[in-house]
């Protein structure tokens, strides 16, 4: 185990997540750990009873546990209790969380353009470009082969992984996380035929017309950037494609997992989690604290209302209102696609009986 690990009293940390504790609190703990594999100097994450067993085998001193918990029942000398133990491990792992390498100033490797604003405290790490007229918040962090583009902004205390690319004049807000290789501010994807072309014709009559066979797509330009609100994430290996002529935005607090496709001129608003392989399309509007599950798909123009939640795979080809919970491709009302799955079991059973 690394010597230079942050050593804690159960003291303070039942203070640093505002939780009661119990035995002997002077006991000082590295590391959070899970209860199988915890040490002595660990503190066993056991959020439910299910995990009794595996922290009566561990070695463990102490535990963040489950309300109302006999720790010492369990072995223990020492134990905190979190009402909602989920809830508690988001301010635990930020006090034993390993923060990326990154020095204040700029790396001697990376390329600044004269005209770019650096702020105090912050750390431009090896290979980084930073283009004209950029501007990086005081205190961010941006890692190695990392790239900003001209005239883009960065909020205070950012953090670029490694990867990642911000295009030109994109405004971001304070306390961003961006993952490895994330990119913000591409080109949209949005070509137009000279006639209409198949998807056109397929959307007015539901054939393709044999005068739409027009295989020559002329570019729609990107003229517009993106706009992202304080406190937001994207995960690695997204995307998010700048407006044709407005800016694509996201409201402050969104979550974005991995490998997340959002259009150009969608609109995100604001406290919203979208889920691994969530794909966008151009002009959507998503509504405040809207959650979208894995695989979702959203078709273009759509409205998800506030507060909705997709299940994951689903298909929104329609708009969805606010408060609603939908599932399915396409995605419509949970109770309603619960009965059409019961119906849909029963069937065998009822082709049966016909058959007799």
Not at 103 to 118: K, Q, R
Request: glycine share 14%; aromatic share 4%; net charge neutral.
């Amino acid at each position: 185990m690394p010597q230079n690990l942050r050593r804690i009293t159960l003291s303070d940390l039942a203070r640093a997540l505002g939780v009661e504790g119990a035995g002997d609190l002077s006991i000082a703990v590295v590391r959070a750990a899970h209860p199988a594999e915890a040490g002595p100097e660990d503190l066993a994450v056991a959020a439910s009873p299910s995990y009794a067993e595996a922290l009566k085998g561990g070695g463990a001193r102490a535990a963040l546990l489950w309300p109302g918990a006999d720790w010492r029942a369990l072995g223990l000398e020492a134990a905190l209790f979190a009402p909602r133990p989920r809830y508690a491990m988001a301010a635990l792992t930020q006090t034993f969380q390993h923060p990326p390498h990154a020095p204040e100033g700029v790396h001697p490797s990376a390329v600044v353009d004269p005209s770019a604003s650096i702020g105090p405290g912050a750390s431009i790490g090896p290979f980084v470009w930073i283009g004209p007229g950029a501007r990086i918040g005081a205190r961010a962090r941006i890692l190695a082969h990392a790239s900003v583009g001209a005239d883009a902004r960065i909020g205070d205390d950012a953090l670029l992984h490694a990867g990642v690319r911000v295009g030109e004049r994109v405004r971001i807000g304070d306390r961003f996380i961006a993952q490895p290789n994330a990119v913000i501010g591409g080109d949209g994807f949005s070509f137009v035929t000279p006639e209409k072309g198949a998807v056109e014709s397929a959307r007015q009559t539901g054939a393709v017309a044999a005068d739409a066979l027009n295989t020559h797509h002329a570019r729609i330009h990107s003229l517009g950037a993106v706009r992202i609100g304080d406190d937001v994430e994207i995960g690695a290996g997204s995307t998010v494609d700048r407006g044709t002529l407005t800016d694509t935005r996201i409201g402050s607090g969104t979550k974005i997992d991995n490998l997340v496709q959002i259009g150009h001129n969608v609109e995100i608003g604001e406290n919203c989690l979208l889920c691994a392989q969530v794909g966008v399309a151009g002009s959507a509007r998503i509504g405040d604290r809207a959650v979208l599950g894995g695989k979702v798909g959203v078709a273009d123009h759509v409205r998800v209302g506030h507060d909705a939640v997709v299940a994951a795979s689903s298909g929104v080809g329609s708009n969805v209102p606010p408060r609603a919970v939908v599932i399915g491709s396409p995605a419509i009302a949970r109770d309603e696609w619960m009965r059409m799955m019961m119906a849909m079991r029963r069937l065998p059973r009822l082709i049966g009986r016909l058959g007799k």
